[in-house]
């Protein structure tokens, strides 16, 4: 159950965490580390460690008010592990559900890598557009590994990687224009 007072997108975010977590079910441990190869260098465990990691900056930042997508840790046990990435994911939706969003502050200094040869910018930002944000760049990787678990045989969860305004849209509800 999602905290009163939560910002709309946790419930959201928490529900695409969800999915994702159905997903990993249904996967085996060798299709959750396989690399189709080619042109695709990533694996289903990379985009899911890769999801975390913003999930966890943005936590981070509610507490501290200083948020940074840009350090993280690559290689880590989750890109490998399937049952790590699943604990990790239920660890993280539950922190979403549970955290006092009352005492985020209003504002967030952002720090983000911009250009591979420039140093970090600074910018303000809030906690509703990160959380917004982060719910957008879920969904995005989740239609990423969509794509490696079909291209592996796998069943998806209904819905699974498409944009609300999109799942909006096929049910004949209007986007905002």
Known sequence: MIANGAPPAVGPLVAVLDQLDELLDGLT???YV???GGLVTSGIGGHVRHN???VEALLRAAETGELDYDRR??????ERDRAAARAAIRKLAAQLQ??????APAFLAMNAIVAPDAPAIAMTTTIDRELAFVLS???HHNALIAL???LQGAALPPDFGYAPSTLAHRRGRPCAR
């Open 34 to 36: 396989a690399t189709p």
């Open 98 to 103: 549970d955290f006092d969003w009352a005492d």
């Open 52 to 54: 975390l990691d913003h």
């Open 148 to 150: 490696l678990a079909k």
């Open 29 to 31: 441990d060798d299709q």
């Open 73 to 78: 840790e690559r290689g880590t046990g989750i």
């Open 137 to 139: 760049h879920t969904i």
